[in-house]
């Protein structure tokens, strides 16, 4: 082999989710190795759009603007399948011409009642049309005929796949399965191995649920006298209670955690170590693209299933975030999100701030939304509630007293400040925290005294801590 070419080949009928970009990132990977020995190695994307039912622009939209996102950069354009469909159907009439397939005029009625018939005798005989291909008369009708291949009557099919072993079925296992359909256009079996074998694909990877149609898949290189590409099958995610992934578990559009703000090297480090995991420091998880083009071995994808889980994603999440030496992607976020973007417009050192204090603790850039509103909140509304009652007002007084008294507002200082009343006060720290926290930003829980302070500047958290002492 002078190349690896390899393919991501989706269909557009649904968003790009978790599992699409698992199989595309690893296409990517595996070529990025190639070329380093290999520089012909080309990583090619094709839309398969010939379910023109299902395919809709706007998925097609999403799958192009999700590996965009990501940085999983395919060579050349996309392909579009459905513009390859005069080539599907001129292998379909070679076929017919050296008798690897034939042509059955079966109506979907007699179809259905063999269907029933072997149910009901339990016969597992998986060639549904037995006489079409052995009448000369049917074998020359011109229309209104599909397209079937012939598959050997004895025999096994084995294949090996990278991940799954070696596999093998017996041709009497294998239906003769449609190639062109009545009206003549291809069925997906079809055009999958054309297209494959005329971009030169000779290393498939995908998913596993694709498992059983390299049995007949490669029937149709055999017939072409086509060579057989490489296999490696990956094992789907799951959710963390064991099922498919649903939309429940994150099987959503790869551009919503995106628009959430999650970052790309947590959604690629999370999906890396789903099956695999790198051979350094087993503790340390973090591992960005170019680490894993290095070190990845396809050969060590684990066989079983992998579980996709939210907590883990944010773990990684937040572990990007909190390490980001500078605001950038952060920015980059605010532009495409309207509610963090006013704020920043109206005040941005504050909004640094809050990022500042909050990101040790925050899993997808979209928290914000919520935390910064009550730093931003003009007349911030007091929830005086029962806890309220219990402050004791004559201490909030002296403290806010002798706050005021302070001129150096940094962080470091104003820990400073509220450590000594405590020591001089002698009381608990959450006989304070608690009632300023609840007057500062409606809350009882959140950051330091200090760090709120700090976010909020002298004025706005005097005149909160005023207005407060005001009202009762
Ligand atoms: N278009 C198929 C799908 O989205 C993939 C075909 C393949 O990878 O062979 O499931």
Redesign the pocket.
Known sequence: MNSIVT?????P?GNLHLG?IR?ALLNYIIVQQAKKKLPNSKFYLRI?DTDKERSKEEYTKDILEGLNWLNINYDAKPQIQSSNIKRHQQIAKKLLENKKAFKCICSNEILDKKRELNKKNKISNKKLCETCENDDKIQSTQNNYTVRIKVPKDGENEFYDIIQGKISVNNKEIDNFILLRKDGTPT?MLS?VVD?FDMGINF?I??D??LN?VFRQNLIYKAMEWEIPKYAHIPLIHGNDGKKLSKRHGAISINNFRNNGYLKESIINNLILLGWSPNKNEKDEFIKIDEIIKSFDINKLSKSSSIFSYEKLNFFNNHYIKTMNDAKYLFEYCENNKNLDIFIKNDKDKFIKIFEVYKKNLNYYKELENIAKIYFANNNELNLNNEFKKFDHELIREFINFLDATTNWYIDNLKKEIDNFILIKKIKFSSLGIPIRNILINSSKGPGLHEIFYILGKKTSMERIKNYINKI
């Open positions: 393919r991501f080949a989706p269909s009928t699409g199989t398969e997906y999958v494959d498939i995908r998913g649920d694709h149609n």
